[in-house]
């Protein structure tokens, strides 16, 4: 008897395998893939390898996240927040809020009892998201993973006027050509991005124990500006992509139990990895 | 000493005339670029050799838009509202509403009988709200930005965007160019979205007619044609709309130049 939780996100998919008591057994992350958007099954395969389990020994399995509609092989479907709030939940027990940036969106989830109470999310401006440091490290030259530690030599921080990310871009490009240190740009983009999320965060009220995951909490720079943005300890899990993963393979379980324990039977899909299509017509 | 000069810096492109009275006798635009300083003064100098003036021909330049501070030549600044109001009074006196869309943001001014800023309002400095979300997108479609107008014109049923961030945009379009959607019918999403956008602003003050278009988005026909649909209006657009601000600043300088020494920041 074993679970499995897949989480389609934009830039990346995840995939946890988990035993009968709830262990984690093995996790893969890969690339979604910028236009077909193929990769669950592949991704789940090489998981599944790695356990060295078959598709077919997978008692359940949850899709979540923004391509969770376009998973062939899964059960069923849950949103994001709440796979989200549950995996943080199993990782720090005391854990009340968390704060998830990825690549196209953020998310501020209140967590009662290990689960979902609330939430607040920025889907609508990339200026608030992980997009916004994507595309001024393109813009200054440098690699995505190496913004945080640059930016973590800044002798003071250069604050950033313009909100909107296009013409964040153009600044950092011109602060730049004027002189300004690499390090001391980071260190305000850095800032400007932790202000929007904190921004976000405070509407849903904050308290404490507080979790960053996401692509953006591998950031150490920008862990270290939502510290001083919210002024409070942020915990941040070893694998913060995984969190919706593991909180998927873990309700995977539990509704699996609960309907065992109540002699029922679940209906699952055909235990067959197809190759998926994510965002799809027939699914808009 | 009858020559006034009228500089605009924008984010995107920086414009300038020269006028004798109230005759508009040269034009510059160039791309901004990092050093608006600069920008500057190569308008200036390009100003002049154009007309054949040496520095002490012209008798006072007034600065405006977002780069302003940077024309350190000036006599002195003044707010783009009131330098766009002008511009367009000069040319359409009947104006009662102006739509300035420019690279930043847009503006929507509204003036009285004799051309006073009665009200005005202006985006957020948010690329979806002004021209900069279609240079976004024609750099995705690998199109130059003149060539945008007549491809959305040919377009038969545009996208519908299910964004109002130009960053998520972009990606939206690439991912439905790789879906075989037509360039033309994501052209023609692009100036639908925006002249939405620009459409709910005009709104917040009470459209008057007649009501012009100007600044940089005005050259975008198939635009401005998206707007008067929605507007249910005709739009006045003046030759070389993107000048206008510029204009203005001019006229404002040739009206200090004639009255009593002035303050700054009275325009």
């Known amino acids: ?284 | 000493m009858s020559w006034f000069m009228g500089i605009d810096i924008g984010s995107a492109y920086s414009k300038g005339v020269i006028i004798k009275s109230v005759e508009l006798v040269a034009s510059h635009i160039i791309k901004s670029g990092a050093d608006y300083r600069k920008s500057a003064e190569a308008i200036r100098t390009e100003l002049m050799n154009k007309v054949g003036l040496t520095r002490n021909d012209v008798a006072y330049t007034v600065a405006t838009g977002s780069g302003a501070d940077n024309v350190y030549f000036a006599g002195h600044k003044a707010s783009d509202i009131v330098c766009t109001a002008r511009g367009i009074g000069s040319v359409f006196p009947q104006a009662r509403t102006v739509i300035d869309i420019a690279s930043q943001s847009t503006k929507v001014i509204r003036l009285d009988e004799e051309g006073i800023v009665t009200n005005f309002t202006a985006s957020e400095k948010c690329a979806a709200g002004g021209g900069r979300f279609i240079e976004v997108i024609a750099n995705v479609l690998r199109i130059d930005l003149g060539d945008f107008s007549p491809l959305a014109a040919r377009s038969r049923s545009p996208i519908t965007f299910g964004t109002s961030c130009a960053v998520f945009g972009e990606s939206e379009a690439i991912t439905r160019i790789s879906e075989g959607m037509s360039k033309e019918d994501i052209a023609s999403g692009v100036n639908k979205a925006l002249a939405s956008n620009i459409v709910s602003l005009v709104k917040k003050v009470k459209m008057e007619e007649p009501c012009a278009v100007c600044g940089g988005g005005a050259l975008n026909i198939s635009l401005v044609k998206t707007i008067e649909t929605e507007l249910d209006t005709k739009l006045l657009i003046p030759p070389q709309p993107q000048l206008i601000t510029a204009l203005g600043a001019a006229i404002i300088a040739a009206a200090s130049a004639t009255s009593a020494p002035r303050k700054k920041n009275n325009s």
């Open chain 1, 1 to 284: 008897m074993h679970f499995a939780g897949v989480d389609i996100g934009s830039t990346m998919t995840k995939v946890v395998l988990t035993d009968k008591a709830g262990n984690l057994l093995s996790f893969i992350k890969g690339p979604t893939g910028a236009e077909h958007r193929q990769l669950a099954n592949e991704v789940m395969r090489q998981a599944l390898e790695e356990a060295g389990l078959h598709i077919g020994d997978i008692s359940y399995i949850v899709a979540t996240g923004y391509g969770r509609l376009n998973v062939p092989f899964a059960d069923c479907q849950i949103t994001e927040l709440s796979c989200h709030a549950r995996g943080v939940s199993s990782l720090f027990p005391r854990a009340r809020t968390a704060i998830d940036i990825g690549g196209q969106d953020a998310k501020c989830m209140k967590i009662d009892n290990g689960r979902l109470a609330n939430f607040v999310m920025n889907d609508k401006c990339a200026a608030g998201t992980g997009r916004f440091l994507e595309v001024t490290a393109s813009a200054l030259g440098i690699r995505l993973e190496d913004m945080g530690d640059i930016s973590l030599k800044a002798a003071r921080k250069i604050p950033i006027s313009n909100l909107c990310t296009i013409f964040a871009q153009q600044e950092v490009v011109a602060l730049l050509s004027r002189g300004e240190k690499l390090e001391n740009i980071l260190a305000g983009l850095h800032d400007a991005l932790a202000s929007r999320v904190a921004a976000l965060a405070r509407r849903l009220g904050l308290e404490p124990d507080l979790v960053l995951t996401g692509g953006v909490a591998k950031n150490i720079g920008m862990v270290k500006a939502m510290k001083e943005s919210l002024a409070c300890e942020i915990f941040v899990p070893e694998e913060p992509l995984l969190t919706g993963a593991l909180g998927a393979a873990i309700l995977a379980r539990e509704t699996y139990m609960r309907a065992a324990a109540a002699g029922e039977a679940l209906p699952t899909k055909s235990r067959r990895l197809e190759k998926a299509t994510f965002f799809s017509q027939e699914h808009r």
